[in-house]
């Protein structure tokens, strides 16, 4: 019903910064909630940041609050990712997904896309 394609990904030093996006077609992203999700090399994913496109309420984990921001574009249909003061640890491959029943995220969530990797190395 709605595909989602990541973009913004590279190769950056400690304490730089990216913008990763995640543009939506087929479906409308209103009355959804929508995350950022990574995975490190052999590890498990994890959460790192969600917005509500009903009343724009975002919430952060605790490794990212502070560094990282999420925000919409609703005429674009799109959702970003500033990662600013990058570290080592936030290497991986970043998902956008989205869901239109429940109201927070989770790693159930409905549709994801492919992902975007993030290499942070001097």
């Known amino acids: 019903q709605v595909h989602l394609v990541e973009s913004g990904g590279g190769l950056v030093q400690p304490g730089g910064s990216l913008r990763l996006s995640c543009a939506a077609s087929g479906r409308t992203l209103d009355h959804s909630i929508i995350g950022w999700f990574r995975q490190a090399p052999g590890k498990e994913r994890e959460g790192v940041s969600c917005?509500?496109?009903?009343?724009?309420?975002?919430s952060y984990s605790d490794s990212v609050l502070g560094r990282f921001t999420i925000s919409r574009d609703n005429a674009k249909n799109t959702v970003y990712l500033q990662m600013n003061s990058l570290k080592p640890e936030d290497t991986g491959v970043y998902y956008c997904?989205?869901?239109?029943?429940?109201?927070?995220?989770?790693?159930?969530?409905?549709?994801w896309g492919k992902g975007t990797l993030v290499t942070v190395s001097s």
């Open positions: 997904a989205v869901d239109y029943f429940y109201s927070v995220c989770r790693l159930s969530m409905s549709y």
């Open positions: 917005i509500s496109a009903t009343d724009g309420s975002t």
